[in-house]
């Protein structure tokens, strides 16, 4: 694994270069065979790094979701996907950008911090449901976080005097939203069978729900109070913190140091 490891820093800039070209062509780059290399471009970024993440789940023998470092992997593959797909939907530059721009950042971070990767798996880990529960959840972060992205625009362009647009935050928040719902049902499946428990409260458990119904309340402020656009921004701005205690926060709480997730670390 070590000499897998050795290659990342030239996955990583391979990868860099394709979406720093996508950037460069998606603001300098004129009409003609722009979109062309804009979607080329960010594939081949992608399939780069799909790859080194397929080989190191080879070499590992096991799924790489166990670490903060490993989900990094994931997110930096995630996040691209959704930006490309929203920009062939909406054709937001700057969404895309900002996907590209986090995609950077969690493989440059990966770099800062190299991680010792084990391929043992604690029991608890060794279920069907691990590999699930864990991706829906990266997945439903990417995409909340991006939807908070917008959230802090939007709200900027109210207080700056325009007007906003709720449209892409709620569609990135009712996928997300959906697939949160998935995460918080395959655990409890995983919980079940790891531990006997479908539900116990833990620290981890908690967060994840308390996340979870923040998220409720901003889809029930939208689909009963739509004039509520403030209110409804803020929440969604702030709800982000919750996925940020949520994903790694809850490992410096004292409440977690009798959680069964603190493997996750």
């Known amino acids: 694994m070590e000499k897998l490891w050795l290659q990342f820093p030239t996955i990583a800039a391979i990868a860099a270069i394709f979406w720093l070209a996508t950037l460069t062509t998606l603001y300098y780059v004129k009409h003609g065979r722009r979109e062309a ?12 790094l799909g790859i080194f993440i397929g080989a190191l789940w080879h070499g590992l023998e096991r799924p790489p979701l166990r670490t903060l470092g490993e989900t990094r992997l994931w997110y930096s593959l995630f996040l691209p996907i959704i930006g490309l797909v929203t920009y062939a939907r909406w054709h937001y530059k700057w969404f895309l950008a900002y996907s590209l721009g986090m995609a950077m950042l969690f493989l440059g971070i990966n770099l800062m911090h190299p991680e010792t990767y084990y391929k043992a798996l604690m029991p ?11 991706v ?3 997945f439903a972060y990417a995409l909340l976080a991006a939807s908070s992205l917008v959230a802090l625009r939007e709200l900027w362009q109210l207080y700056a005097g325009g007007k906003s647009n709720l449209q892409l935050a709620d569609n990135l928040v009712y996928a997300g939203f959906a ?30 729900l308390l996340s979870w119904l923040v998220y409720l309340v901003y889809i029930h402020l939208r ?7 403030k209110t409804a921004l803020w ?24 959680s069964v997730h603190v493997y996750s670390s």
Do not use: R
């Open 136 to 138: 829906v959840y990266i």
């Open 223 to 229: 689909d009963n109070h739509q004039q509520s656009t």
């Open 179 to 208: 697939l949160l719902t998935m995460g918080l049902l395959f655990g409890a499946l995983w919980a079940k069978e790891a531990w006997g428990h479908y539900w116990t409260w833990d620290p981890k458990e908690t967060w994840a």
């Open 37 to 48: 290399l804009i979607y080329i471009q960010t594939i081949l970024g992608i399939v780069v």
């Open 235 to 258: 929440i969604l701005a702030l709800a982000f913190v919750l996925l940020l205690i949520c994903w790694f926060g809850i490992n410096y709480l004292p409440s977690a140091q009798t």
């Open 124 to 134: 608890a880990l060794q279920s069907p449901w691990f590999v699930p529960h864990v």
